[in-house]
């Protein structure tokens, strides 16, 4: 953990709780129990593969910056383990040391809340909490949601951060587990017909952006809340470039439409309410190409939802 980026203001002439995330947050360690742990995954490999625009190592830290100076309101306790990095382009073996880190957070009653990096992160957040649950993954039934613009379904002979569900599918497949897999914000131009094709052969459930644009909150919510009730596990992705561009202008791909952030954060706050949510990542924020640092604060925002105990 570096506490340089755990820095703020300290209102210590005010009355009531001033408290802000940096000055509860502490390292994570072998002691560290039953609380949300920040585990940071600085890795632009999988985007670069994906002949997408590198910068997203550089999230981890710009996103906690944000995080630091916002109210705890909330969050009594948080851990941070740290960045898991990719400096020498091997990202396979980056994405098993991220999914070290977060079994160990899941072994010790954490809520892990993963921050990328490239959406080649989801594959390692999996291969943790597939290791977690081990024999409880194939008796029970893991819903993965994901907020994205992309499918991410892509066939490669490398991983990237275009293949990450279509590898679980396949790390399922040969487990013997169903694969659920439900995705918000799908645009039709940022996906081809075989890609539609694909997620269909897979029994993908998915909505369009235009459809969460124009749809009515409601019915989402309540397909959404009898979804979560059939399962006993929710594995929550979020990638950033589901949303409008003026909204996350710092992503690998911006989005000319993307979803409604408004809607987005409702969602989650449905999902987050099953208490199911066994482990979350944010991906593909980019300070690189950002503004004012407008997109690392749109995933802070989105984080501080889901570390709050409320």
């Known amino acids: 953990m570096d506490l340089s980026m755990w820095a703020g203001r300290q209102d210590i002439d005010s009355a009531g709780d001033t408290r802000r995330l940096h000055q509860i947050v502490l390292p994570f360690d072998d002691a560290s129990r039953d609380a949300p742990t920040i585990i940071g995954f600085a890795c632009d490999e999988g985007v670069r593969r ?15 910056r944000m995080l630091a100076n916002l109210p705890a309101h ?14 020498d382009g ?46 409880a993954l194939v008796s029970g039934r893991l819903l993965i949601v994901n907020f994205d613009a992309h499918f991410d379904l ?26 659920h897999y439900l995705c918000y914000g799908i645009s039709r131009l940022g996906n081809t017909p075989a890609l539609f094709a694909r ?21 989402f919510e309540s397909d959404l809340i009898a979804l979560l009730a059939s399962v006993t596990h929710v594995y929550l992705t979020i990638d950033l470039d589901v949303l409008p561009a003026e909204k996350a202008p710092g992503v690998s791909a911006p989005a000319a439409y993307g979803m409604p952030l408004e809607k987005v954060e ?21 300070p690189t ?15 501080h939802t889901l570390l709050q105990s409320d």
């Open 50 to 64: 994906n002949h997408g625009r590198v910068g997203a190592a550089k999230a981890p830290d710009a996103i906690r």
């Open 74 to 87: 909330s969050i009594a306790r948080l851990f941070d383990a740290g960045n898991v990095d990719c400096p």
């Open 90 to 135: 091997e990202l396979e073996q980056a994405q098993q040391r991220l999914a070290e880190r977060v079994q160990q957070v899941l072994s010790q009653d954490g809520f892990p809340v993963v921050l990328g990096g490239g959406h080649e992160v989801a594959y390692g957040t999996f291969l943790g909490l597939a290791a977690h649950l081990d024999q």
């Open 154 to 179: 892509r066939e490669a002979e490398q991983g990237s951060s275009g293949t990450p569900f279509l590898q679980i599918a396949e790390w399922c497949r040969q487990a013997g587990v169903e694969f």
């Open 199 to 219: 997620a269909e052969e897979l029994g993908v459930q998915f909505k369009l952006d235009s459809e969460m644009a124009f749809g009515n909150i409601a019915e």
């Open 266 to 286: 409702y969602l989650i706050q449905v999902i987050k309410g099953s208490g199911k949510i066994i482990a979350a990542d944010i991906a593909e924020c980019n």
């Open 289 to 303: 190409h950002d503004r004012d640092g407008l997109t690392a604060k749109v995933a802070a925002r989105l984080v």
